[in-house]
């Protein structure tokens, strides 16, 4: 089991589905938590302050904010409080995030834009604001909630994975930055029943789907044994595979060649991954190209 004594988390989005699952779950591994959930109706208990309770009431140490995670100064609020809290701050789980299911033609300006201020840049302002205190952190660990979505598309998921593939960009551009301190960026696409999926799964999968059987992939990430970065994970059921972004050999092409040269590139062999885009471009220029299939 991944133990997680003394290492303190903050983690948004955890005040119910998986935010929850992963707050409850870090807490038992021996984790302080600053649990993150916005609290839009004033006339309800907050959740966040229900998930800190409920750590709380088992022995552990857990502090609520109730702070929308789209707000700019959200992310410097949370990592204040875990220091004030707590003295330290060693990892982050951005997994606040809102769906949506709407073909462009529908979409708004101002609609596109809130599923990105909520999904994307809700992650980069935390990601950001605690940037530099995991640089000092012996293992520095930050984990983003990404999707399928963001990997595959879907229908009328335009704002919606468009968002999700960002942080995936993300990801991999702050690894490089990271590697020199030790301090650990990745993404997790997860699957679960949440009151985001439940309509959408089929009868007899939800039981499969526990939010908590993607708990144990995120304390690992955020642990101090984690020695990958960069990576998206896909996980659900206690299952996991990597998502990666491959190239295969480039083809060339005269004037008149090009569809026959974009299909030979397609399913052209091997693929290959590289470890930053400086790599990518040098192997695909010194690399000897193949010609189109006629």
Same mark, same amino acid.
């Given at each position: 089991?991944? #133990?997680?004594?003394? #290492?303190?988390?903050? +983690?948004?989005?955890?005040?119910?589905?998986?935010?929850?699952? @992963?707050?409850?779950?870090?807490?038992?591994?021996?984790?302080?938590?600053?649990?993150?959930?916005?609290?839009?109706?004033?006339?309800?208990?907050?959740?966040?302050?229900?998930?800190?309770?409920?750590? #709380?009431?088992?022995?552990?140490?857990?502090?609520?904010?109730?702070?929308?995670?789209?707000?700019?100064?959200?992310?410097?609020?949370?990592?204040?409080?875990?220091?004030?809290?707590?003295?330290?701050?060693?990892?982050?789980?951005?997994?606040?995030?809102?769906?949506?299911t709407k073909r462009l033609h529908r %979409?708004?300006?101002?609609?596109?834009?809130?599923?990105?201020?909520?999904?994307?840049?809700?992650?980069?302002?935390?990601?950001?604001?605690?940037?530099?205190?995991?640089?000092?952190?012996?293992?520095?660990?930050? +984990?983003?909630?990404?999707?399928?979505?963001?990997?595959?598309?879907?229908?009328?998921?335009?704002? @919606?994975?468009?968002?999700?593939?960002?942080?995936?960009?993300?990801?991999?551009?702050?690894?490089?930055?990271?590697?020199?301190?030790?301090?650990?960026?990745?993404?997790?696409?997860? @699957?679960?029943?949440?009151?985001?999926?439940? %309509?959408?799964?089929?009868?007899?999968?939800?039981?499969?789907?526990?939010?908590?059987?993607?708990?144990?992939?995120?304390?690992?990430? +955020?642990?101090?044994?984690?020695?990958?970065?960069?990576?998206?994970?896909?996980?659900?059921?206690?299952?996991?595979?990597?998502a990666v972004a491959v190239e295969g050999?480039?083809?060339?092409?005269?004037?008149?060649?090009?569809?026959?040269?974009?299909?030979?590139?397609?399913?052209?062999?091997?693929?290959?991954? @590289?470890?930053?885009?400086? %790599?990518?471009?040098?192997?695909?220029?010194?690399?000897?190209?193949?010609?189109?299939?006629?």
């Open positions: 089991m991944t #133990r997680l004594t003394d #290492r303190v988390v903050i +983690v948004t989005g955890a005040g119910k589905g998986l935010g929850r699952a @992963y707050a409850l779950d870090l807490a038992a591994r021996g984790a302080s938590l600053v649990v993150n959930n916005r609290w839009a109706d004033r006339e309800a208990p907050s959740s966040a302050e229900a998930v800190a309770a409920e750590i #709380r009431a088992t022995g552990g140490r857990a502090v609520a904010n109730v702070d929308p995670a789209e707000a700019p100064e959200t992310g410097e609020a949370l990592v204040a409080l875990a220091l004030a809290e707590f003295g330290r701050l060693d990892a982050v789980v951005s997994n606040a995030g809102v769906p949506e %979409q708004t300006r101002e609609g596109f834009q809130r599923i990105f201020d909520i999904n994307f840049f809700g992650a980069f302002h935390l990601v950001q604001a605690a940037w530099a205190v995991l640089s000092e952190a012996p293992a520095g660990r930050i +984990v983003v909630s990404a999707s399928s979505a963001g990997l595959h598309g879907g229908d009328g998921m335009a704002a @919606y994975a468009s968002s999700k593939a960002a942080l995936i960009g993300l990801v991999r551009g702050l690894a490089v930055e990271g590697r020199p301190r030790n301090l650990m960026i990745n993404a997790i696409a997860p @699957y679960a029943v949440t009151a985001m999926t439940e %309509q959408h799964l089929k009868p007899g999968l939800a039981e499969r789907m526990d939010p908590a059987a993607v708990a144990p992939l995120v304390a690992w990430l +955020v642990s101090e044994h984690c020695d990958v970065s960069g990576q998206t994970l896909v996980s659900g059921g206690g299952r996991l595979r990597a050999p480039p083809v060339a092409f005269a004037e008149g060649d090009v569809g026959n040269a974009v299909h030979a590139a397609i399913g052209g062999q091997p693929r290959e991954t @590289y470890p930053d885009s400086h %790599q990518a471009f040098a192997a695909f220029m010194d690399g000897r190209p193949t010609l189109a299939a006629i």
